[in-house]
């Protein structure tokens, strides 16, 4: 069929126009709802506890993180109470717990996937993300803990240590095993940082 006609060229034109003069339009809109680009703290995988599917760590870019070395036998661990409250409270503004179970000190998280997982969504309703148990100390520490060392020149000394990551993936501070989930000084930290940009 011949297609070469002055009518149908016209209307072709005038289609291309449209298209040119709401493609900014739509960039600008793509732009806008497009994900954080994931800074290089971030771009680790880690199994989940639950079923040990792949997760990126890069799905929390752009937001507030606070990530803890948990065990399941510590004078520590009813601190997973604290930071399920403290998630629950600021989740919608951005901020996520990210828990990473460990038996590097005192052989205090010696169980499996399940039992570990059966300890924290069930004795402690934790419904913050939870990986499977990994190291984070020592040479074989897992790429992950060795940046957030080199960011903060602090190392987890115990269960229940904890790293706030900011929106930019770049600021990072450090809290000790004793501070509280619900501390004034841990709350500020957080607070703070909901309130920086990414």
Known sequence: MHTDHPTLRRRQFAQGSLALLAAPWLASAEAQNAPAACPPLLSHQFPRLQDEKPQNLCQYAGKVLLVVNTASYCGFTPQYEGLEALYAKYEKQGLVVLGFPTNDFGQQEPGNAKQIAELCFNTY?????????????????????????????????????????????????????????????????????????S
């Not at 913050?128 to 940046?147: C, D, H, W």
């Not at 095993?177 to 703070?192: F, K, N, Y």
């Open 125 to 197: 309703g934790v419904k913050f993300p939870m990986f499977s148990k990994t190291v984070v100390k020592g040479s074989a520490r897992n790429p992950f803990y060795e940046q957030l060392a080199q960011a903060t020149k602090a190392t987890p000394q115990w269960n229940f240590h904890k790293y706030l990551i900011a929106r930019d993936g770049k600021a990072v501070s450090s809290f000790a095993s004793q501070v509280e989930p619900g501390s004034a000084d841990l709350r500020r930290a957080v607070e703070d940082a909901l309130r920086r940009p």
